[in-house]
């Protein structure tokens, strides 16, 4: 479902649904990712990551590969018993460039790295980030302590170009940089963006205050999902962010200080947001997700100012409509529930729609599908 007119490159040839396998289905999957043809999924509620080396046909399908626990029906908080290199604790954001993977562990507090590509069931992970090793899963390595570039808390969401990395550092509202992809257990950052420390936590308006998300295009633009202040954040050259400048672009608000959800409007609009989780650089556009509206946005171009209007959607009829009603409570192939997260790859786009406990893939035309990932 979409608002497009004829002549739009988002034309949708066919709508693919996954569940996972029929045994034990999804549960609230909140990361999705498409790599080499692969499809990766965090089933978030049951501490997996699922792995298919190929896009499934069927609805039900079991993965080739689970991360997070020892059986691949196994459903338990880091495997059911201590945490380790090997379990998963409410896996969130995603990323792989088709030989390694990094998993945002949320509620362990650390973010894992595979530097080989898994191939089996349970696959330890080889570094992990924001822990001192892979048996300790406490906030900042300890409650009630401050941040400093080694620790994380509440990491949901993550980013690399191949080279560098991002990971957004939720719980300590602030993303961190790092130079090269880590090899060392609790690598130090190299960089922080929202805090002009790394032993900050305090937040202002006018930086990320609750960042899920970021996202780094080629050209050097970054965006920051900030959810909490129902917005997302642009920069135009994310070195930017490193000096503590504020970013240049704001959309969902009409300014940096202001935080309702729709903007305290009776209804969504086409510049409105409500707990948005993530975006997705694309072609000359960015696709933003608004899970409190339950629809994906699109602004071509990239905004320059702030408050800008999206020119299309899926998701929802229209641009006034969102949030809960019977489409998309009932699972209907063209609505969502709360999605969490976004990826396009070729000519598939993948839509976590986590309330509905699916991964939504729209088979894109060629004249759409030919854009490079950005």
């Known amino acids: 479902m979409g608002i497009m007119d004829t002549k739009t490159r988002f034309d949708i040839r066919r709508t693919l649904l996954v569940r996972g396998s029929r045994e034990v289905p999804l549960l609230a999957p909140r990361g999705v990712w498409l790599v080499d043809g692969k499809l990766l999924i965090s089933d978030t509620a049951q501490n997996r990551v699922f792995i298919w080396h190929r896009i499934p046909e069927d609805e039900y399908a079991p993965p080739d590969v689970v991360l997070g626990q020892e059986a691949p029906e196994a459903i338990g908080r880091n495997a059911g018993g201590a945490v380790s290199a090997s379990t998963l604790l409410y896996p969130s954001g995603l990323w792989s460039d088709g030989r390694r993977l990094i998993v945002a562990d949320a509620w362990n507090h650390r973010v894992l790295i595979w530097h080989s590509f898994p191939t089996r069931h349970g696959q330890p992970a080889d570094v992990v980030v924001g822990q001192r090793d892979f048996t300790t899963n406490t906030p900042n390595t300890g409650i009630g302590s401050a941040p400093t570039a080694h620790t994380l808390h509440w990491p949901y969401g993550v980013h690399s170009d191949g080279t560098r990395l991002w990971i957004a550092d939720t719980g300590n509202r ?42 780094v295009s080629p050209d050097g633009r970054m965006a920051i999902a900030d959810t909490q202040y129902y917005r997302v954040l642009l920069w135009k050259d994310w070195r930017r962010g490193l000096d503590y400048q504020r970013a240049d672009v704001v959309i969902g608000q009409p300014d940096f200080e202001s935080c309702g959800q729709n903007q305290y409007l009776p209804h969504p609009d086409a510049h409105t947001l409500n707990w948005c989780y993530d975006s997705f650089f694309y072609g000359e556009g960015l696709w933003v997700v608004d899970a409190g509206n339950s629809r994906l946005l699109w602004f071509e171009p990239i905004p320059e100012q702030n408050n800008a209007r999206a020119s299309f959607l899926l998701g929802q009829k229209d641009f006034t409509m969102g949030g809960e009603h019977l489409e998309s409570i009932s699972g209907a192939v063209d609505c969502f529930y709360w999605p969490f997260a976004v990826c396009i790859e070729g000519c598939y786009m993948a839509i976590a729609d986590t309330g509905n406990h699916r991964i939504v893939l729209h088979e894109m035309a060629a004249s759409d599908a030919d854009k490079s990932r950005l």
């Open 174 to 215: 602030r993303v961190l940089f790092y130079e090269t992809i880590p090899e060392d257990n609790y690598a130090a950052a190299a960089g922080v963006i929202g805090k002009p420390s790394m032993t900050e936590r305090d937040y202002e308006p006018h930086q990320p205050v609750w960042p899920y998300s970021v996202r």
